[in-house]
Structure formats: C-alpha cells, structure tokens
C-alpha cells in the first residue's frame, strides 16, 4: 500500500485563485480593494523571507500590501502606535505581525492589541475564544489549511476519530476545535503523553505539529488513515554532502507513507496552505467589514 499524496502546493494554489477570484468581484462590484499589513520586527532570515513571500502573494492576487520593517530596538511603545494607526486605517483589513518578536516585546500585549475583526494569524485572545466558542472568529492560518484539506479529502469529517500530536496555540488547540466544530471524535495528545503510540493507532486522522523530527513512524499509524505533518525541522543530509541539511516532518514519511492512506509531505504539503490561507482571512475579514457575504469554501 502506498499512501496518496496530498499536494499542499496545487491545494494552495487553487485557493489563491479562489481568493484572487473574490478580489476582483469585490473591485468590480464594491470598488474595494483589500488591505493586508505585515510588521515584521528585527532582521531574523526566515522571517524576511516569509514577510517576502508574503508581500508576493498578496500582490498576485490583487490585493494591497504594506510591509513596515522595524528595527531590531524598536521600543513596545512605538510597535503599538503603529498597530494602533493600522487599526483605525480604513485600507487595511488585515494586520500579522511577524513572530517571534525580540525579546524585550511582550508578544501577548501586541498580539492583543491588534483588532481583533484585523486579526488575520486568529491569535487575539478574543478570536481565540470565538473559536473555542463555536462562534465566528479569525482561525488561525495553518489549523484552517489543514482542515480544508482533510474536508477536501473526506467530504464529511462527522465521526472520524481524530488525534492531534502537539498542544500550542498556534496549532495543537486551534486544530482541535476546528475538527469538533467538523464532529470528529478528538484527542489532543503530546510529547508526554502516556501510550501515545497506542493512542495514535486508533485514528482515522493524525495531525503531527509536536516539532520534533520524524517523531511518528509508520508503525504508529492505523492503516487507511490520513496523516497531516505540520513540522518543519531542518536536519544533517550526509548523503548531500557535508555541512548539508534537509527538512522533515514530525513524521517518519518514508514508513508512515506505506501505511497511510493519504500523507502531507514536507516540504510541499502544510507549508504552502498557510499564506493561502492568510489571503483567504484577509478576504473574510474585508467581506465583513463590509457587511458582504463571505466567500464559501474559504472560511470556517
């Protein structure tokens, strides 16, 4: 058996057109065209080029993108009047600030302080608790890409036993409320939890975002089921050459991929979803700042 592999960069790709699709109808029929503001604090690498990547996409799809770089040492007093001016700014719908922030930034007090109908990561504390609420709320990027694809793949997700490797803020909770609102069965499980591999073995679903390389292996895994990788780590490649590195999932994919019914592969799968995903927030939160309808298929 040979699991079928979920294309995170052609799922992404598809909802961009989506989005692209509402941005000119919006244009078109509204005059309005959305605004998506990122602020990115200090000079970290990764960060610049996923700010980059960001503005990019943002662009193609027809929106308007602001990038406000800020030095290394800006104080938490003028990064909130920044957030402050963006909030009252009628042209932006969306406002992401980059994380992680250096560390003399309380990155609680800035995300908060952020509009919370502005808020496209979903990490205001408000949204956070719409969400586990079961009400209507901003979802954070990544949880909600990975949900389109298991509703993409299962058409109904209702019943499925679903477990979830890892408890952050950012996935682990977030994801867990996404499949409950779907009425799967959940179990947010995590690096300490007794038994996990017995645990794991009996899910039709298995979300990995623990960030430990190739933590799960193929042995871990009920056959038939759907296995969504979250991780990202960067690990030795000898076989490239010395010096050289990889990047893994929190999965082993070559003997999980033998078992699985469907896998996410890293790089390609979750990864390219989550921008996709931030331009579909931003879409929604235009659409109901406007008192429009809001686009079906791109939200929760």
Same mark, same amino acid.
């Given at each position: 058996m040979s699991a079928q592999v979920i294309d995170g960069k052609a799922f992404a790709a598809k909802v961009r057109d989506q989005v692209s699709e509402h941005v000119k109808l919006l244009k078109v029929e509204h005059g309005i065209v959305p605004g998506l503001a990122v602020v990115l604090v200090g000079e970290d690498p990764a960060s610049q /080029?996923? #700010?980059? $990547?960001? +503005?990019?996409? %943002?662009?193609?799809?027809?929106?308007? $993108?602001?990038?406000?770089?800020?030095?290394? *040492? %800006?104080?938490?007093?003028?990064?909130?009047?920044i957030i402050s001016r963006l909030n009252s700014d009628p042209a932006i719908n969306g406002i992401l600030v980059q994380l992680p922030l250096p560390k003399h930034l309380n990155e609680d007090l800035v995300i908060n302080s952020i509009d919370p109908a502005k808020d496209v990561d979903g990490f205001h504390i408000s949204n956070v608790g719409l969400l586990g609420t079961g009400?209507?709320?901003? #979802? @954070?990027?990544? @949880?909600?890409?990975?949900?389109?694809?298991?509703?993409? !793949?299962?058409?109904?997700?209702?019943?499925? &036993?679903? /477990?979830?490797?890892?408890?952050?803020?950012? /996935? +682990?909770?977030?994801? *867990?409320?996404?499949?409950?609102? &779907?009425?799967?069965? =959940?179990?947010?499980? !995590?690096?300490?939890?007794?038994?996990?591999?017995? #645990? /794991?073995? !009996?899910? &039709? #679903?298995? =979300?990995?975002?623990? +960030?430990?390389?190739?933590?799960?292996?193929? &042995?871990?895994?009920? @056959?038939?089921a759907v296995v969504i990788d979250v991780g990202i780590n960067r690990i030795p490649a000898p076989e490239k050459g010395e010096g050289k590195t990889k990047l893994v999932g929190d999965v082993d994919y070559d003997s999980c991929s033998k078992v699985a019914g469907a896998i996410t592969p890293v790089p390609g799968g979750v990864g390219p979803m989550t921008i996709a995903c931030l331009l579909a927030n931003t879409l929604t939160a235009t659409c109901r700042a406007n008192g429009l309808t809001e686009p079906e298929g791109l939200t929760v």
């Amino acid at each position: 058996m040979s699991a079928q592999v979920i294309d995170g960069k052609a799922f992404a790709a598809k909802v961009r057109d989506q989005v692209s699709e509402h941005v000119k109808l919006l244009k078109v029929e509204h005059g309005i065209v959305p605004g998506l503001a990122v602020v990115l604090v200090g000079e970290d690498p990764a960060s610049q /080029v996923y #700010v980059r $990547s960001k +503005g990019k996409q %943002t662009i193609e799809v027809g929106m308007h $993108s602001e990038e406000h770089k800020l030095d290394i *040492a %800006t104080s938490e007093a003028d990064l909130l009047s920044i957030i402050s001016r963006l909030n009252s700014d009628p042209a932006i719908n969306g406002i992401l600030v980059q994380l992680p922030l250096p560390k003399h930034l309380n990155e609680d007090l800035v995300i908060n302080s952020i509009d919370p109908a502005k808020d496209v990561d979903g990490f205001h504390i408000s949204n956070v608790g719409l969400l586990g609420t079961g009400q209507r709320s901003m #979802v @954070p990027c990544t @949880p909600l890409g990975c949900l389109m694809m298991l509703r993409e !793949h299962f058409g109904s997700l209702s019943g499925k &036993d679903a /477990v979830i490797i890892g408890r952050s803020n950012i /996935v +682990g909770k977030p994801m *867990a409320q996404l499949l409950l609102g &779907d009425s799967c069965t =959940v179990t947010v499980a !995590h690096s300490k939890t007794k038994n996990l591999k017995q #645990v /794991v073995s !009996h899910a &039709d #679903v298995v =979300v990995a975002a623990v +960030g430990r390389a190739e933590m799960v292996p193929g &042995d871990w895994i009920k @056959p038939g089921a759907v296995v969504i990788d979250v991780g990202i780590n960067r690990i030795p490649a000898p076989e490239k050459g010395e010096g050289k590195t990889k990047l893994v999932g929190d999965v082993d994919y070559d003997s999980c991929s033998k078992v699985a019914g469907a896998i996410t592969p890293v790089p390609g799968g979750v990864g390219p979803m989550t921008i996709a995903c931030l331009l579909a927030n931003t879409l929604t939160a235009t659409c109901r700042a406007n008192g429009l309808t809001e686009p079906e298929g791109l939200t929760v």
